[in-house]
């Protein structure tokens, strides 16, 4: 049974950086699309950044390239999303997700892709 665990949200001034951790079970990492996610109030769940580490294929979106980094543990078992140069645009609930089709080498950015999900982690950035 795959399971996704986020952690490491929290309030955190402008500028400011967090680092999230989604903790899994179930999977091995190199085997699945991992993605980020977030939702802001109000607004649609959005795409954030993903890796196929099997086809070494990373994507972010264009408001957090360069500021956002993923990266893993795999004695942990355990992905992570650095977050540097905060933005109060960059509050949402943060979530993981996994994707099974890693062998195809696409990076998906659509949440239909992704079969398995976290329960999300708040991240709040006060100006």
């Known amino acids: 049974q795959v399971q996704l665990v986020e952690s490491g949200g929290g309030l955190v001034q402008a500028g400011g950086s967090l680092r999230l951790s989604c903790a899994t079970s179930g999977l091995i990492l190199s085997r699945y699309v991992m993605g980020w996610f977030r939702q802001a109030p109000g607004k649609e769940r959005e795409f954030v950044a993903a890796i196929n580490w099997s086809a070494g294929s990373t994507l972010y979106a264009d408001s957090v390239k360069g500021r956002f980094t993923i990266s893993r543990d795999n004695a942990k078992n355990t992905m992570y999303l650095q977050m540097n140069s905060l933005k109060p645009e960059d509050t949402a609930v943060y979530y993981c997700?996994?994707?099974?089709?890693?062998?195809?080498?696409?990076?998906?950015?659509?949440?239909?892709?992704?079969?398995?999900w976290g329960q999300g982690t708040q991240v709040t950035v006060s100006s």
């Open positions: 997700a996994a994707d099974r089709d890693y062998r195809s080498g696409i990076v998906h950015t659509t949440r239909g892709a992704y079969d398995y």
